[in-house]
């Protein structure tokens, strides 16, 4: 199921991006406010440089990307880091609040711009707050598909795909009703974790491809110097997060390489996808503003959700933290902390 969603998701994204504007809503260049025409000239702007600099931008991001997504699920041999220790608990607490601050500080804002942009028609998108609509329901529809995915994983009884009987008594073959309630939980939780990591993937995947497209299609040395090192912090500690997600959920090691190809290239995709398209894309245009703000607003809802309720949520109110306050203490500055990093990177990203 979450190849099937990798590939849609790409395939979309890609038809959406190069697909020809519509002449019912694109303006010519010419007929454009003069605020909204693209500007090659100045200091900042040179194509030779900034494509050096994408293609650094590539090799940095792709490294740290499968750095941070990789260090969780290799700590299987480092046992400092094993899902069961108070380590991992703060880490993974430090990379929710990267990821909650990405929603709201990185993604949420880079629609406002887009879809409140001057060289948009005031009607219909200077007249009602399409950014916060389409947030609040793609948070809903979240919602909908973590709902109905567990209900699937539930009814399919993936109990056996990975849930051993903890019970020893088990064997002789007469299970008591305490050893049958311990492997219904484990076994309701690990659908969770399966759940949670791919859809947190998939909003991840939306968010970096189109970030990578906007880099890509720039040659503003002075924007694309500053991302670059944003873009690696931002990458390497969202796939942190992300790497802790497909950690418990126990997967095979086919499905673990598979997610974390598909989160270590979608940003370098996007960068490369861009360069591609960097002498049609126009940035300011109607065309590219709606497509943009659309994915960016139905992004920003499904990393909030995620980070709120399947990450923060879940693991304050699980028994490991509620039993143990000095923990959650220190559990909330990290998460005070990996937000609050995340929000200063916004100063350049």
Request: aromatic share 8%; glycine share 8%.
């Amino acid at each position: 199921m979450a190849k099937t969603h990798h590939f849609l998701i790409l395939s979309l994204l890609l038809l959406t991006i190069v697909t020809p504007p519509s002449t019912a809503t694109e303006q010519p260049p010419d007929t454009l406010p003069e605020q909204c025409r693209e500007s090659t000239n100045g200091p900042c702007h040179n194509k030779t440089k900034s494509l050096h600099l994408k293609l650094i931008a590539i090799a940095a991001i792709l490294v740290t990307s499968m750095l941070g997504v990789s260090l969780p699920i290799l700590s299987k041999s480092v046992p400092a880091l094993h899902p069961d220790t108070k380590l991992f608990v703060l880490v993974k607490a430090f990379a929710s609040g990267v990821i909650l601050a990405t929603g709201y500080m990185h993604v949420l804002p880079d629609s406002f711009d887009c879809l409140t942009s001057k060289c948009l028609p005031e009607n219909p998108w200077g007249k009602f707050p399409f950014t916060t609509f389409i947030a609040m329901f793609s948070a809903v529809l979240t919602l909908m598909v973590d709902s109905y995915a567990m209900s699937w994983y539930k009814k399919c009884k993936t109990t056996n795909q990975g849930v051993k009987n903890p019970d020893p008594e088990s064997k002789t073959g007469h299970c008591h009703g305490h050893g049958l309630s311990r492997i219904d939980n484990q076994a309701s939780q690990l659908r969770r974790y399966r759940v949670v990591a791919q859809v947190l993937e998939l909003g991840i995947v939306v968010h970096s491809v189109v970030i990578g497209l906007s880099m890509g299609a720039s040659d503003n040395v002075c924007t694309i110097r500053p991302l670059v090192a944003a873009l690696c912090f931002h990458q390497f500690f969202e796939g942190m997060g992300l790497g802790g997600c497909i950690l418990q959920a126990n997967y095979e090691m086919k499905m673990k390489a598979m997610m974390v190809f598909f989160f270590s290239v979608t940003t370098p995709f996007g960068i490369a996808l861009g360069i591609g398209l960097s002498n049609v894309y126009q940035e300011n245009s109607p065309t590219a503003l709606v497509v943009v703000g659309v994915l960016n607003a139905v992004s920003a809802g499904l990393l909030n959700y995620m980070a709120l309720v399947d990450l923060l949520a879940s693991d304050f109110m699980g028994e490991k933290l509620q039993d143990d306050m000095k923990l959650q203490t220190i559990a909330y500055v990290a998460v005070i902390l990996g937000a609050g990093g995340m929000s200063v990177m916004a100063i350049w990203a």
